[in-house]
Structures are given as C-alpha cells and as structure tokens.
C-alpha cells in the first residue's frame, strides 16, 4: 500500500511543472518524480557502500546559544557526500552500462566519488583532467582505481574530449546533475539525521551552484516532519541560488575567481529539479561572508578537530555570523559534507582565519637602539603572556631620531579580549604603536 502525504503531493505538484533537463548525461530517469519512497529504497541500496556518519552534539553550542548537531559527512571515505549520491546512481545504471564503464571529466568531489565507487563496482571509470589540475587530485583519483587521462589546459578542453571518448567508445558520460536518481541518493542524508537527533527544530545545508543535497534532503525532512526549518547557505560572492530563486530558472554561468578555495559552493546551479524542489520545500538561503566560512573552519579545527574545505564550513558560517537569530535555543543539525582541502590551501586559510580571529596580530614600534630596551619590550610581552611568533629589527629605512630600531612584533593571544590588553599595556608604554590593521 502507498500512503502519499501532503508534501509528497507538492513533490509532485513541483515535478510536473519542470521543464526538461537540458543536460548531456544520458539517464532515462533524469526527469522521474522523487518519492519518499526513492529516498529509502536509496538508503536501502547504499548502506554497504557508505559510512552512516554521526550527528554528534558540538561544543559549539554553548558559544552559539543553541543545540547544535554536526552531521559529519566529511568522514565518507572520499571526505565528500557526494558519494551518497554517485553511488546509488551507479548500481542503478542497467548491467550493460556498468560492462562498458563510465567517463567523467572534472576534478570535483563528484569526479572522486565516481572514481572510487565504480572501481568498487568493478565499472571502468575514465577521469579526464586538464594540466592545470592539482597533482594531488591526479593521485587520489588514480588512487581510487580510475584511469585518469590529462587532457587540454581548461576544464572545457576535458569535457569535449570526455564526451569525445564517451561517443566513440560507448561510455556512460556523467556529471554532476539533478536526477531523481542522484537526488534521492543525496537525501538519504535528511533520513539519517532524522534517525539519529529526536525532535529537530532547523537543519543547515550547504548551498551555492551544487544545491541537490538541500533539494533531495529537503524533500526528505519535509516528508517527515513539515514543521522542520530547512535554511541553505551560499556565499555572498557567488549567491547563484537567490539569483536563481529569483529569476525563477538556473542563473547564467558567473566566473569564479577563487574556485580552488570554494570548490563546488560556486558555479552555476545545476537543474531545474533541485531548484524547484529548493524554491518549494526550503524556508530560508542565506549569503555569507568569505571571512564567516574562514572563521568557521577554524572554529571546526578548534572545538571538533574537524579539518573541512569551504563547502563542509559553509553550512555553520551562517551562525558564526549571526545570520540566523531565530535559532536560539532550538536543536539545530548542522551538515559538514566535504573535507577535500588540500594541504597549501589550509595553511593559507587557517592563518588567515586566526588574524581574522584576532589570536595572531601584528605591531610596529621605535624604540632606543640601547642594550636593554629590546629586553623591556620582551618583558611586557612575557608580562601580558603574549606569545611571540616572529619579531624584526629594521634599522636602515628608519624615518625617526638617530639611534633608534623599528621593532616589527607577530605575536598570538588567546582571544580578543587578550589582545585588546596587551595592545593597552604597549600603548601605556610606547604611546607610538601602530597595530596592522588585519
């Protein structure tokens, strides 16, 4: 017997009035309404294949006024919850299909999850990566099992030749899209946390171009419990979903200057399905900062040990920056799907969050060029208990009195509170300070 409830009668009120997918992957159900009853067949289907990650309590909550949940997909075991979605869509390709293999072109969380589940299908997988990809990504995928092929300078060149190979060989040519099948993968996710957090109040999901975790888990929640708030968050330098709401139909393509940091939260969005299926079921997108996601992730490394990219940080930047009052003191889950950052993009992002923070800060002052007042100056830090991380002498440029030293100090402070008292115990002392403004 099939119980069809109020929000799956919306789900098919939202399928029946979108317009064909224009997208090149061949898949005979691109266009099927998504069930609940999808969601759990996937969930069924993948339960081998994917970890059942936790949705622990944070120690953020305390800092942030409410209960906050992490749902940490980031420990699938390519680090991204694509994986939900890609595998469901692989074990669904008829036999044939999975005899002659599958080709994508993209150096994405997608691409990776791809890679490794079809090799552990036994499906011949083809990665096409242009030259200018990370030799980092060049390893894992082929450590994953694909073939990876280096081809042409762009992302664009790697498509073409993709789909070039894929016409001539007969391979299945995918991309990441908003299939049901895809889709019902993805909202296995809104199943779990479901299960695993009692009476949830709000959920938080990434946003931005790649919206089919909030579409399909949306749909999934709402099934559930209507009275569930849905909120997706973006980044205020490529809001391609509100403009997409907005305008009702996929934003045209916008150039991402900064993809490496932002991964897939930019780009375009992908589908008309999830994008109706947003518009429907999600109560609330929110923009934030870059600085918000850079302070998220250190507060992810701080409290949960947690190291994620800007998509898995994204999602808890939107309480970070107080863009959600409303939260307090409810049970919030909050969903950190990808941890793919590699090494040199970390360190770049942590330091910058900690001067962001105001933990690590910088000075300039003159003082005598006399044995003895560098020492005094060094008393007052180890006074203040400041942490001294780097300290310059410059004696040639300087523009003040004969005999004097410019003293360039990076220190690190336990917290704002700690900075502002060592910046008055140096201005007490040396009236000249300047502190670098971050």
């Known amino acids: 017997m099939k119980i069809v409830s109020r929000n799956e009668e919306l789900l098919t009120d939202t399928h029946s009035r979108i ?33 059942k990650t936790p949705c622990m309590y944070s120690r953020l ?11 940490k997909e980031f420990l699938q075991y390519t680090g991204s919850v694509k994986e939900r979605g890609v595998l469901y869509l692989l074990t669904s390709l008829p036999q044939d299909q999975q005899r002659k293999g599958v080709i994508v072109a993209s150096d994405s969380n997608f691409s990776m999850a791809v890679a490794y589940h079809a090799s552990e299908l036994r499906i011949p997988v083809f990665v096409i990566m242009s030259t200018s990809t990370s030799p980092v990504r060049v390893k894992m995928c082929r450590e994953y099992g694909a073939m990876v092929i280096s081809y042409g300078t762009t992302a664009k060149d790697s498509q073409i030749h993709a789909r070039r190979l894929a016409q001539e ?42 919206c089919g975790l909030l579409a399909g888990s949306a749909a999934t929640l709402k099934y559930l419990n209507p009275h569930i708030y849905v909120i997706g968050v973006e980044s205020e330098n490529f809001p391609v979903l509100q403009q997409s709401l907005k305008a009702g139909h996929p934003a045209e393509d916008q150039a991402c200057n900064n993809h490496h940091f932002y991964g897939d939260v930019s780009g375009v969005c992908f589908g008309s399905n999830s994008l109706q299926l947003t518009g429907k079921l999600v109560d609330k997108v929110v923009a934030v900062r870059e600085e918000d996601i850079l302070i998220s992730m250190l507060r992810l490394l701080e409290y949960e040990r ?68 560098m020492s005094k100056l060094l008393e007052i830090l180890a006074r203040e208990e400041a942490r001294v991380l780097d300290i310059k002498q410059e004696r040639t440029f300087v523009t003040s009195e004969l005999f004097t030293v ?19 115990a140096l201005l007490e002392r040396y009236p000249t300070t300047t502190w670098t403004q971050r």
């Open 19 to 51: 317009p064909q997918s224009s997208s090149t992957t061949v898949l005979s159900s691109s266009n099927k309404l998504i069930r609940f009853e999808d969601i759990s067949a996937a969930a069924f289907k993948i339960q081998c294949g994917v970890q």
């Open 61 to 71: 909550s305390k800092q942030y006024g409410m209960d906050i949940y992490l749902k």
């Open 169 to 210: 060989n007969g391979y299945l040519y995918l991309e990441e899209e908003d299939s049901a099948v895809y889709l019902s993968g993805l909202g296995t996710v809104g199943l779990e946390m479901y299960e695993q957090v009692p009476k949830l109040d709000a959920v938080i999901f990434p946003a931005g171009g790649h």
């Open 406 to 424: 410019e003293v360039i100090c990076t220190v690190e402070t336990r917290d704002k509170i700690h900075t502002a008292q060592l910046r008055n």
């Open 306 to 373: 947690a190291t994620v990219d800007a998509e898995g940080a994204i999602g808890l930047a939107a309480l970070v920056a107080g863009k959600l009052p409303e939260l307090k003191g409810k049970r919030v889950a909050v969903v950190i799907c990808s941890g793919n950052l590699e090494l040199h993009l970390l360190q770049q992002c942590i330091a910058r969050a900690l001067t962001l923070d105001n933990t690590v800060c910088r000075f300039s002052l003159v003082i005598s060029d006399c044995p003895g007042d």
